[in-house]
């Protein structure tokens, strides 16, 4: 493979601009810039808009779900929805997460308990969860990382008649079925994260989905302090909404989904055969068979196998412009406060330990392209062919 600096392939004006993990994804503008005249135009700016109710609705089709209440971001729509779910005590989730998940529960009291992952496919494991349920346990929040679900199946029959409720933290996977089956109508709600770095943005934004009429409409009563009609509050609440241009991005950035899918697939295609070869490197899997949004292209490094450590490897792309990203080391239960509230609880988490110093996450998305991918891809082999 030809060695291809890309300083060299991305320079513009001599300065070379640095390739994010997370660049986002942008859609038509002329439209999105028509969307926010009609915006400014209506002076309606919030507080359940038209562009609000349209994205709902949106993304309640592509989910295949009946309800999608959206909110200012996942991490409020995570703590809203445990809310909703009357969670309190303890909630397992996954130690190998972004720390919203665990910080939604933290922040409002509830002690995140935290479960290990199957090294294969990064999600939580359901062996795990029972053996960290106590009498405290309220709640399960799966975590679908990469977009691959996790298995709901298990985690759901673990709960069954224990007075456990379950939800996910869907922040990877909109777009994305699992057994045939969007992700999305799984638990009692899902939550989508539709952040400027995920592959479907409202510039901030995420979304609670949920098939049940009744969560729907208190999470609704939530997201605005609890207000039902004027001058009458009928719960606590907070402010959770989301505004119209964020709206307006969130529809425009749909409407350009299945282009963005195309070049997430073609990058992550072209990684795959960039990258095969190269000792103790390898690209995680998508179940074909599945829909997949191909937004994170992830790869382990095993150090027993490759000359170069990851973190090596990391600086190596980094002092390249490459900003690759080590997600989601080293794990919340290193994180504070959790490392302070919850000390030694690292020791029975060992796919969380093993995997958390494996990953790298490369750059893709609409801001890549393929002679960048290539250029990555010959950066790596050339930092593991250089190597000890
Ligand atoms: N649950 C899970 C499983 C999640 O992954 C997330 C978020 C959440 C919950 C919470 O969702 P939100 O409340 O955020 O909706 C970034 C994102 O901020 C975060 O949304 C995302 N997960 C996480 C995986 O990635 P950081 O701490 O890595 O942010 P930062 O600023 O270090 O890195 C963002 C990268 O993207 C940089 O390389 C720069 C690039 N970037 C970013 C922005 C905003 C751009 O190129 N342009 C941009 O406009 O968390």
């Given at each position: 493979m030809k060695n291809v600096s890309c300083k060299e392939t991305?320079?513009?004006?001599?300065?070379?601009?640095?390739?994010h993990v997370g660049g986002p994804n942008i859609g038509d503008r002329k439209k999105f810039?028509?969307?926010?005249?009609?915006?400014?135009?209506?002076?309606?700016?919030?507080?359940?808009?038209?562009?609000?109710?349209?994205?709902?609705?949106?993304?309640?089709?592509?989910?295949?779900?009946?309800?999608?209440?959206?909110?200012?971001?996942?991490?409020?729509?995570?703590?809203?929805?445990?809310?909703?779910?009357?969670?309190?005590?303890?909630?397992?989730?996954?130690?190998?997460?972004?720390?919203?998940?665990?910080?939604?529960?933290?922040?409002q009291g509830i002690q995140p308990v935290f479960a290990d992952?199957?090294?294969?496919?990064?999600?939580?494991?359901?062996?795990?969860?029972?053996?960290?349920?106590?009498?405290?346990?309220?709640?399960?929040?799966?975590?679908?990382l990469w977009g691959r679900g996790c298995q709901v199946e298990e985690i759901e029959s673990i709960a069954k008649g224990k007075g456990i409720r379950v939800?996910?933290?869907?922040?990877?996977?909109?777009?994305?079925?699992?057994?045939?089956?969007?992700?999305?109508?799984?638990?009692?709600?899902?939550?989508?994260?539709?952040?400027?770095?995920?592959?479907?943005?409202?510039?901030?934004?995420?979304?609670v989905v949920t098939n049940s009429y009744e969560l729907a409409e208190k999470i609704r009563l939530m997201r605005n302090f609890g207000f039902k009609g004027y001058d009458n509050v009928v719960c606590p609440g907070i402010n959770g909404k989301m505004n119209e241009v964020c709206a307006a991005m969130g529809i425009t950035s749909l409407e350009a989904m299945d282009g963005i899918i195309k070049v997430n697939r073609a990058n992550y295609e072209a990684y795959r055969k960039g990258?095969?070869?190269?000792?103790?490197?390898?690209?995680?899997?998508?179940?074909?068979?599945?829909?997949n949004n191909y937004q994170y292209v992830v790869i382990e490094v095993d150090e027993g196998a490759c000359t170069r450590s990851r973190d090596e490897l990391v600086n190596f792309l980094h002092a390249e412009n490459i900003i690759a990203r080590k997600y989601f080391w080293p794990g919340c239960h290193h994180m504070e406060p959790y490392r302070t509230l919850q000390p030694g609880i690292g020791?029975?988490?060992?796919?969380?330990?093993?995997?958390?110093?494996?990953?790298?996450?490369?750059?893709?998305?609409?801001?890549?392209?393929?002679?960048?991918?290539?250029?990555?891809?010959?950066?790596?082999?050339?930092?593991?062919?250089?190597?000890?």
């Open positions: 991305a320079s513009i004006g001599g300065l070379p601009p640095p390739l810039l028509a969307r926010v005249n009609d915006i400014l135009d209506r002076r309606w700016l919030s507080n359940n808009g038209i562009y609000v109710q349209e994205f709902e609705k949106k993304i309640a089709e592509i989910a295949g779900v009946e309800h999608a209440v959206v909110m200012c971001n996942a991490t409020v729509a995570l703590e809203i929805a445990a809310r909703a779910l009357d969670f309190q005590g303890e909630v397992i989730v996954p130690s190998y997460t972004f720390i919203a998940t665990a910080h939604a529960l933290q922040w992952i199957d090294p294969e496919t990064h999600n939580i494991n359901p062996d795990d969860i029972r053996k960290k349920i106590t009498k405290k346990t309220t709640g399960i929040i799966g975590v679908h939800m996910y933290d869907a922040s990877h996977a909109f777009g994305c079925s699992m057994g045939g089956k969007m992700i999305g109508g799984f638990g009692e709600c899902e939550v989508f994260s539709f952040h400027a770095t995920k592959f479907i943005n409202s510039l901030e934004g995420g979304a990258l095969t070869g190269i000792p103790g490197v390898s690209v995680i899997d998508y179940d074909p068979i599945e829909k020791i029975g988490l060992t796919a969380t330990e093993l995997v958390a110093k494996r990953v790298i996450v490369l750059p893709t998305g609409q801001g890549i392209s393929a002679v960048q991918v290539s250029s990555i891809c010959g950066l790596i082999a050339k930092a593991v062919s250089s190597g000890r």
